[in-house]
Every structure is written in structure tokens, then in C-alpha cells.
């Protein structure tokens, strides 16, 4: 058996929204090729031949540079990890890829699935592929969620401008005080979240799909609340329309949650987080 830039290990290896090509020499996140230098690329390659377990600098050193060579290999290999970590979005004081064992070297945290190029025989006949549904377009997955935060959003501010008519609403009159501090609060904290979750998907942020996760009860709760929000100005819209809306607005959490599962899905995130808090 021929051997590959990552060992015995062939095919394609794929962790969390990246894809590793030792064949190609390619590094891919969701699809698109990310420049990695030579020296990066064979630490990732080294580290995804035995990911969680612990791989030595001095093997590291053994791997990037002959034996005749001549250079700081501290400071060479701290580089090259360092720009390795850049490109995955990494960093050593909070890993999600590679990790620093003091005094002993890096382990690579995420689930590894290696997935192997199968060629048939010649001559074999070619079993058709099973049919697949068309994947939607992310662009398109987080044009959506954006439009549900700028709604969210719009939501509050108008709250904020016009607070003092929701004591005139004929509903709250009995506790106008308890309704106007509820608002006030909640759209106060709801405007910084939305903000964040706005820039993090126009920005393409690759964990967005991890700090929703973390976020998402608190968000569920403040949606739920916010679901109420038509019966406000029900004497303005009548009691059906408050209704249909406030029924729609309980729904839109669980949008969301399907929206940035559709976009940034990480299978692995969810057992590479198990593990490392079992730690």
C-alpha cells in the first residue's frame, strides 16, 4: 500500500465544517479551500492520524524537518501550530481542535471520520447513487436567520420608543407599571443579543452554531415572551390578528434553532464538547 501525507490513513478526513485532503493537499471549510503552508499542513496531518491522543514535539520536529536540518524547532514549530490554529479558527487558551499538553506535545480534540475513495473494479457496474433531497443554499439559510433577528429587533426598539403607550393598552391597565418594567428589561437585553447574532451570521462565524446552543434556552425564554408582543396593540389589529401573530411568533424560535442546525452543523461539536467536560 502506497502511503499518504497522513500515514496509513487515506480518502478524505472530515471535522466539524472542515474537510482535510492529504491527496489534493487541501485544507477545505464548508467548501472552500483555505491557504495552509507546508509546514501547518503536516502538523494537521500528524495530528490527524491518532486525534486524542497525545503526539510529542520531538516527533513533530521528526515529521516537518530531516535529520540533517538546522533550525529552532521550538520556535519553528510553535509557528507553524500557531498558524495552523489561525486557519481552523483555534486558539490555545480555549481549543476546540488542537490542544497543549504541557511538556508533552498537542492532541487533536474533534471526532476525525475518515472517509475512503472508492473506486470500482473495472468492468463492475457502477450501483446507482440513492437519491437525495436538494440542499438549500446557506446564503440563503442565513439571509433567513438574519431577517428573524432584524424583526426581533424592530421589536424592541419600537418597544422602547413608544413605552408609555403600553400603560394606555386596556389589558394592562391594572398592573401598567409590572407590564412597561417587563418591556423595558427585556428589550434591553434582547437588543445587544440580536446585534450578535446578526453580525455573527453576516459574518460567517463557523462556531455561531455552538454559542447558539449555549444561548438558546435564555433566547427561547425571552421569544416566548416576546410571542405576547401583538396583544399590546390588539385594540388596534383585533383579537384574531393578535392571535395569528402571537401563534407565528411562538413557532420562530424553533426556526431559528432549525435554521443555524441547517447552516452550521457540527456533529462533532456536540461530542468533542461531551468529552472535553468530562475531562
Not at 47 to 53: D, F, I, K, S, T
Not at 171 to 181: E, K, N, R
Not at 186 to 194: C, D, K
Request: with cysteine; aromatic share 12%; proline share 6%.
Amino acid at each position: 500500500m502506497s502511503s499518504t501525507p497522513a500515514g496509513n490513513k487515506s480518502g478524505i478526513a472530515r471535522f466539524g465544517v472542515f474537510e482535510f485532503d492529504p491527496e489534493a493537499r487541501e485544507l477545505r471549510k464548508q467548501g472552500r479551500k483555505l491557504r495552509l503552508q507546508e509546514q501547518p499542513f503536516t502538523v494537521l496531518a500528524v495530528l490527524l492520524e491518532r486525534p486524542g491522543a497525545i503526539v510529542s514535539r520531538e516527533e513533530l520536529c521528526t515529521r516537518l524537518w530531516p535529520a540533517d536540518t538546522f533550525v529552532e524547532f521550538d520556535h519553528s514549530l510553535n509557528t507553524a501550530v500557531n498558524k495552523l490554529r489561525e486557519a481552523l479558527g483555534d486558539s490555545a487558551s480555549s481549543p476546540r481542535f488542537i490542544e497543549t499538553v504541557a511538556r508533552c506535545g498537542y492532541r487533536f480534540l474533534a471526532e476525525v471520520q475518515w472517509e475512503k475513495d472508492a473506486t470500482p473494479a473495472a468492468g463492475a457496474a457502477a450501483e446507482p447513487a440513492p437519491p437525495q433531497l436538494p440542499k438549500p443554499h446557506r446564503g440563503a439559510i442565513r439571509v433567513l436567520f438574519g431577517l428573524i433577528q432584524i424583526t426581533y429587533l424592530v421589536f424592541y426598539i419600537e418597544a422602547l420608543i413608544h413605552w408609555q403607550g403600553i400603560e394606555r393598552v386596556s389589558w394592562t391597565a391594572a398592573h401598567g407599571v409590572v407590564f412597561v418594567c417587563i418591556v423595558l428589561i427585556t428589550a434591553s437585553i434582547g437588543i445587544p443579543v440580536r446585534l450578535y447574532l446578526i453580525s455573527a451570521g453576516a459574518f460567517d462565524y463557523s462556531w455561531l452554531g455552538e454559542k447558539f446552543h449555549r444561548i438558546f434556552p435564555g433566547l427561547f425564554a425571552l421569544d416566548e415572551l416576546w410571542a405576547v408582543a401583538p396583544f399590546l396593540i390588539v385594540d388596534r389589529i383585533g383579537l384574531g390578528a393578535a392571535l395569528g401573530a402571537t401563534a407565528a411568533l411562538v413557532y420562530v424560535p424553533f426556526a431559528e434553532r432549525t435554521l443555524v442546525r441547517m447552516a452550521y452543523s457540527s456533529a462533532a461539536y456536540f461530542k468533542s464538547t461531551e468529552s472535553r467536560s468530562g475531562l
